[in-house]
């Protein structure tokens, strides 16, 4: 397995609040992804990393911010957090030689 | 534009069967696709992939072929086993550099005794 770890596993929050998700991997990839899973869309990018303070959106980008200041974390930031952004949260990474990713096990957010 | 589709949200096969899992692209600058597997309440796993050179990828009972006339994709799992119970995404890789996946929506298989 990839040492991938995510925290937290289950969050529960208000609209409007902030929400910060952390991806902690111990494998020293290059590359580190953030995904959102929803019924009817697949898994779809949010942002990503290809190095330290290096990132890019994603398909979907919009209310969420990240930041990579060491390469072993990798967090997603909603700033203000609204009911549309109630999904599972995906992190993934991949060794820049090879094209798979590997996930980590997911966060469950609920926004009220 | 959803340019990977997984027709079918859901198959159910008899265990022992062969399953058949199909993905249709769009974008004929693909070149590299994925198979993901996944149980509820854990991360996609990386099941196999194939190359656009190749029109055909084994390995153990996973097969996956390309038909890129077609623009069409097929994972066959023989011979069915209960654990292959499992939401399957397929995937090509995006831009070059930060090598970005999409996925399709997903195909839930039952694989029933």
């Known amino acids: 397995d990839a040492g991938i770890t995510q925290s937290p596993r289950h969050k529960v929050t208000e609209t409007g609040t902030p929400v910060t998700l952390r991806c902690h991997q111990t494998?020293?990839?290059?590359?580190m992804y953030w995904y959102r899973q929803d019924p009817g869309h697949g898994l779809r990018l949010i942002h990503y990393?290809?190095?330290?303070?290096?990132?890019d959106k994603g398909e979907v980008s919009d209310g969420y911010s990240v930041s990579r200041s060491k390469t072993e974390d990798f967090l997603l930031t909603l700033e203000s957090a609204t009911s549309s952004q109630t999904s599972v949260y995906f992190c993934a990474i991949r060794e820049t030689a090879y094209n798979e990713q590997f996930f980590g096990p997911g966060t469950r957010l609920t926004v009220l | 534009d959803q340019q990977v589709k997984q027709n079918s949200p859901s198959l159910s096969v008899q265990e022992g069967r062969i399953s058949i899992l199909n993905c249709d692209y769009t974008n004929s600058m693909f070149d590299y696709f994925l198979w993901y597997k996944k149980y509820p309440a854990e991360g996609p796993t990386f099941l196999i992939s194939?190359?656009?050179?190749?029109d055909k990828n084994e390995d153990g009972r996973f097969t996956v072929f390309l038909n890129k006339s077609a623009k069409h994709l097929s994972l066959h799992i023989v011979p069915s086993q209960p654990g292959d119970s499992a939401v399957y995404f397929c995937?090509?890789?995006?831009?070059?550099?930060?090598?970005?996946?999409?996925f399709g929506q997903g195909t839930r298989l039952t694989i029933n005794p």
């Open positions: 494998e020293n990839h290059r590359y």
């Open positions: 995937a090509y890789l995006g831009i070059q550099g930060a090598q970005k996946l999409v």
């Open positions: 194939i190359s656009s050179i190749k």
């Open positions: 990393s290809y190095g330290v303070k290096d990132t």
